[in-house]
């Protein structure tokens, strides 16, 4: 028993002492987590029973080894599968589907802008389109909202069946208007699909819904503009990687193991009618042009001048290479644009073109003599 108890003894001074002889001995160096965190300041010349010395030791210890987010993963895997509680901001789960919400009684009735500014706005496009021109269409694309496919897992204070939300009301007004609207969300609702237009862990549609999505915005141009822009086909069954993007919602998570979803499978996406015509578009979107912008879909589609105008605040090029956004830039290259593209998820219409429009429609104004 006492053999057993002095074993304790030396292994809980040990425990204790650990932090404090890794740090003067420093047998292991320690890695910055890609440096998020600035390096801690010390003392020149420490006293080991100084408090606020102890105390930067342990923030040096929290915050720069691989251990933090290790022990920060488990703590969030344990408490959800014990508890169902999400440590991540703005994540909800609801019978194993994952949502993203900016507030915990969020419904789109309560998101309404009103019929006066969407019509304000839809004036504005109006005009727009016709400084620009006919052969420069704007496409009105809305993406896919998954609290629409998963309803029975959803609470119902996120459910709404009125008519006054930004959804029903833009289409509704764009449609009067004769704009080109392509409804993604009512599209995909409106029959099954071999893959899901959204994972269980995911926030965006997946990259299946979205190379769909594109290649129909390119067979809707090819018809508007009587041109013949390349196509793709989705092979089912190849052997490709799933697409960490149709599970990012898992990942914000920051669990070990992010939740499994069987529904998704691996594909390959193939040239359809290889003309090596690509469209050349201004595309003006949030997040959901990300399945595109990321992934091999982009150049199979568009060209290399197309430019994504990300929130019309970063011009990207690549993950993470991205400068402000030009509007005067924007109006010289508009006259080499096939078409702009508007993209937005449900919940972003109701910043409609993200600040754009009024800027463009003064940007592209005809110079007066």
């Known amino acids: 028993m006492q053999k057993h108890l002095r074993y304790s003894v030396l292994f809980l ?44 030791i342990d923030k040096y210890l929290e915050e720069n ?19 169902g509680k999400i440590n991540a901001k703005d994540i909800y789960a609801f019978d194993g589907i ?49 609290s ?14 009125s008519d006054s939300t930004n959804l029903k009301q833009f289409k509704k007004v764009f449609q009067q208007k004769g704009f080109h609207v392509l409804d993604f969300d009512a599209y995909f609702r409106s029959k099954k699909f071999d893959y899901p237009i959204f994972g269980k862990a995911g926030i965006h549609w997946t990259n299946y819904a979205s190379a769909h999505a594109f290649d129909s915005i390119i067979a809707y141009l090819n018809q508007l503009k009587q ?27 920051n669990f070990i193991q992010i939740p499994s979803d069987p529904a998704l499978f691996a594909y390959r ?19 959901y042009f990300h399945t595109c912008a990321w992934t091999p879909l982009k150049p199979m589609l568009f060209d290399e001048k197309s430019n994504f105008e990300y929130y019309f605040n970063t011009r990207y090029s690549g993950v993470n290479q991205g400068v402000k956004t030009d509007v005067h830039k924007i109006a010289q290259e508009m006259p080499d644009y096939d078409c702009i593209i508007y993209l937005h998820g449900v919940i972003n219409l109701e910043n409609y073109g993200f600040r754009s429009i009024s800027k463009l429609i003064k940007a592209t104004a005809p110079v007066k003599n």
Do not use: M
Request: charged share 20%.
């Open 98 to 146: 994952f949502y993203r919400f900016y507030s915990p009684v969020f419904n789109e009735e309560g998101n309404f802008i009103g019929k006066q500014k969407v019509d304000l706005i839809a004036d504005s496009l109006a005009q727009l389109q016709q400084q620009i021109g006919a052969n420069i269409p704007i496409l009105h694309v809305f993406g896919p909202e998954k």
């Open 13 to 56: 001074t040990l425990a204790l002492w650990t932090p404090l002889l890794l740090t003067w001995l420093k047998p292991i160096e320690f890695i910055p987590l890609n440096g998020a965190f600035p390096p801690v300041s010390y003392e020149k010349h420490p006293n080991l029973w100084n408090a606020g010395y102890q105390k930067n």
């Open 227 to 253: 041109t013949s822009f390349d196509r793709i086909e989705i092979e089912k069954g190849a052997s490709t990687p799933l697409d960490p993007l149709d599970q990012d919602l898992g990942y914000l998570c």
């Open 148 to 161: 629409h496919y998963f309803t029975k897992e959803l609470p119902s204070r996120f459910k709404t069946k």
């Open 65 to 83: 080894v691989y251990g933090k987010s290790v022990l920060t993963k488990l703590r969030n895997q344990i408490q959800f599968k014990l508890f």
């Open 269 to 287: 996406l193939k040239p359809k009618r290889n003309t090596g015509k690509k469209v050349k578009a201004l595309i003006i979107a949030d997040s």
